[in-house]
């Protein structure tokens, strides 16, 4: 039985379920299931497309490149480290005093790119998830956060 998460954006009253890709990032899936839960602040990406992000803590643990892709399909979800010097980050990552970025990337619909703007360029991230229960739903919230600017968003074990 696959191991699921919840994704809430509590201020919308809408969730949505995830499946994890144990199988094909496996080190990523167990570096983000050992930080559950994860309660922060989602931001919808600029220029990239139908996404929501959160920044995240670093891992204790390097995971590296696993399933990594550019191409995100609805309802995919990466997770996305970004090495100090190799990007222009956003000031949000100085903010919560990381030298490194590290972020989960939720896409929520067609016609999106996975880049990181400031590199102008696509950028690859460890697909780790994938929404298999209300998508629609979370989507439409989700495109309400482009309008409303930021919205919390808490990620939590989906357990029987």
């Given at each position: 039985?696959?191991?699921?998460?919840?994704?809430?954006?509590?201020?919308q009253r809408v969730f949505?379920?995830?499946?994890?890709?144990?199988?094909?990032?496996?080190?990523?899936?167990?570096?983000?299931?050992?930080?559950?839960?994860?309660?922060?602040?989602?931001?919808h990406c600029a220029d990239?497309?139908?996404?929501?992000?959160?920044?995240?803590?670093?891992?204790?643990?390097?995971?590296?490149?696993?399933?990594?892709?550019?191409?995100?399909?609805?309802?995919?979800?990466?997770?996305?480290?970004?090495?100090?010097?190799?990007?222009?980050?956003?000031?949000?990552?100085?903010?919560?005093?990381?030298?490194?970025?590290?972020?989960?990337?939720?896409?929520?619909?067609?016609?999106?790119?996975?880049?990181?703007?400031?590199?102008?360029?696509?950028?690859?991230?460890?697909?780790?998830?994938?929404?298999?229960?209300?998508?629609?739903?979370?989507?439409?919230?989700?495109?309400?956060?482009?309008?409303?600017?930021?919205?919390?968003?808490?990620?939590?074990?989906?357990?029987?």
């Open positions: 039985m696959s191991r699921k998460i919840e994704l809430v954006l509590p201020k949505a379920i995830a499946e994890l890709l144990d199988l094909q990032a496996p080190r990523t899936c167990e570096s983000i299931w050992q930080m559950l839960p994860i309660h922060e602040t989602a931001f990239g497309g139908r996404e929501i992000f959160i920044l995240t803590d670093p891992f204790k643990e390097f995971v590296g490149v696993e399933n990594q892709t550019i191409y995100p399909l609805p309802g995919d979800i990466f997770f996305y480290y970004l090495v100090a010097g190799t990007q222009r980050f956003p000031l949000s990552y100085y903010k919560r005093g990381l030298a490194d970025g590290y972020d989960i990337a939720i896409w929520y619909g067609g016609d999106s790119q996975a880049h990181f703007p400031m590199a102008r360029a696509q950028f690859g991230g460890n697909h780790f998830a994938r929404i298999v229960e209300n998508l629609g739903g979370f989507a439409r919230a989700c495109e309400g956060l482009w309008r409303d600017g930021t919205g919390d968003l808490i990620v939590k074990k989906n357990e029987p």
